[in-house]
């Protein structure tokens, strides 16, 4: 089992750069894959990026801004996100499976932290 506390979320202006961080306290994320959610005001929870083992997964939004890392020494797992733009406002979720299989899904995970809120002003 895992227990998942997001942080980094912050507020900055479109075009900045913001790192998330997933660490889970029970030191067991290195056995899972990973993915990053986010939930707009009045929109569904969707899949951004996604990591398995070091193989990363992108939703196309965001593919060539954010990147996904883990440092599995630290029981970590990271979204660096560059080039941010007001539609990246949401509260950003980790999640964690023990496959990567239809990562996009929010209804297979069975492990999610709290949320982190992020907002980008233009």
């Known amino acids: 089992q895992v227990q998942l506390v997001e942080s980094g979320g912050g507020s900055v202006q479109a075009g900045g750069s913001l790192r998330l961080s997933c660490v889970d306290s029970r030191g067991s994320l290195s056995s899972y894959s990973v993915a990053w959610f986010r939930q707009g005001p009045g929109k569904a929870r969707e899949g951004v990026a996604a990591?398995?083992?070091?193989?990363?997964y992108y939703d196309g939004s965001v593919k060539g801004r954010f990147t996904v890392s883990r440092d599995n020494d630290k029981n970590t797992v990271y979204l660096q996100m560059n080039s941010l733009q007001p539609e990246d406002t949401a509260m950003y979720y980790c999640a964690a499976k023990p496959t990567v299989r239809d990562w996009k899904i929010p209804d297979r995970y069975e492990y999610w932290g709290q949320g982190t809120q992020v907002t980008v002003s233009s």
């Open positions: 990591i398995a083992n070091y193989i990363t």
